[in-house]
């Protein structure tokens, strides 16, 4: 006659195992649906990485056409600055003012040994549709408005 101890051993091992199957196989679908949707979300995400490389190919091809058509390059000479400064009976230090340089950056623009920066070459063209009482208005203004703090 088997040992109750070791039946009752095997009763509960069996038992255990039996729960232990259950809960598994909840776990195992679990993880079978993860796991589709993991593979859906990625399948997803490389469809939406495509979708945008398009676009972005798209959008590239057509703002370097929208910019090239709206910039216009701006003509520089030092000659013409200086004959713009004269013509407005302006002084080197004002003219500076005016296009946000200082006086000595103006002189070394007109003597060729420097150029203006493109945000400088702006503020420059301007002055050619600038007239003197125009200009000297704007010295004003710029002298007036307290200066920003560095």
Not at 45 to 50: H, N, S, V
Request: hydrophobic share 45%; proline share 4%.
């Amino acid at each position: 006659m088997p040992n109750i101890a070791s039946v009752f051993k095997d009763e509960i091992v069996r038992v255990a195992r039996k729960e232990i199957r259950n809960e598994l196989a909840a776990l195992k679908k679990a993880s079978a649906a993860y796991r589709a949707e993991i593979a859906a979300l990625k399948r997803r995400a490389q469809d939406l990485e495509r979708e945008v490389k398009g676009l972005t190919r798209a959008v590239g091809k057509a703002v370097p056409a929208a910019r090239e058509a709206a910039v216009k390059p701006t003509r520089f000479s030092a000659k013409g600055l200086a004959s713009q400064r004269k013509r407005l009976a302006l002084s080197a230090a004002d003219c500076g003012l005016l296009v946000g340089a200082s006086g000595q950056s103006v002189y070394n623009w007109e003597a060729g040994t420097a150029r203006p920066r493109a945000s400088h070459l702006a503020a420059i063209a301007s002055l050619r549709s600038m007239g003197k009482k125009e200009a000297a208005a704007r010295l004003r203004e710029l002298r007036a408005s307290p200066a920003p703090a560095a």
